[in-house]
Nanobody, 122 residues
């Protein structure tokens, strides 16, 4: 059974930083596309960043240059380093996994975590 468990969310002032983690069990990071998504109240879930099995990364325009996705295949852990946070980054953040990249792009992956809340105050 696959489980993705996020941690690291919290409250921070604008300009601050947070590091999210996603620990996986029952899943091998080295053969799956992994991604971070977020959903703000009243808005649709949107993808933030994706990392491929070979380590290639992609970012949404809104976070490019501020967020960094990485993974530790040995520890089966996914990370999202978030710097220069803005109030509009406030959302529930989810990690996700799927063997196919397109399923992450359409926000329909095989596996979701339960989410971790990030709140950025101005």
């Amino acid at each position: 059974q696959v489980q993705l468990v996020e941690s690291g969310g919290g409250s921070v002032q604008a300009g601050g930083s947070l590091r999210l983690s996603c620990a996986a069990s029952g899943l091998t990071y080295s053969v799956n596309y992994m991604g971070w998504f977020r959903q703000a109240p009243g808005k649709e879930r949107e993808w933030v960043s994706i990392i491929s099995p070979d380590g290639t990364t992609s970012y949404a325009h809104s976070v490019k240059g501020r967020f960094t996705i990485s993974k530790d295949n040995n520890e089966n852990t996914l990370y999202l380093q978030m710097n220069s946070l803005k109030p509009e980054d406030t959302a529930m953040y989810y990690c996700a996994a799927d063997p196919a990249r397109f399923r992450l792009l359409v926000a329909s992956p095989s596996y979701w975590g339960q989410g971790t809340q990030v709140t950025v105050s101005s």
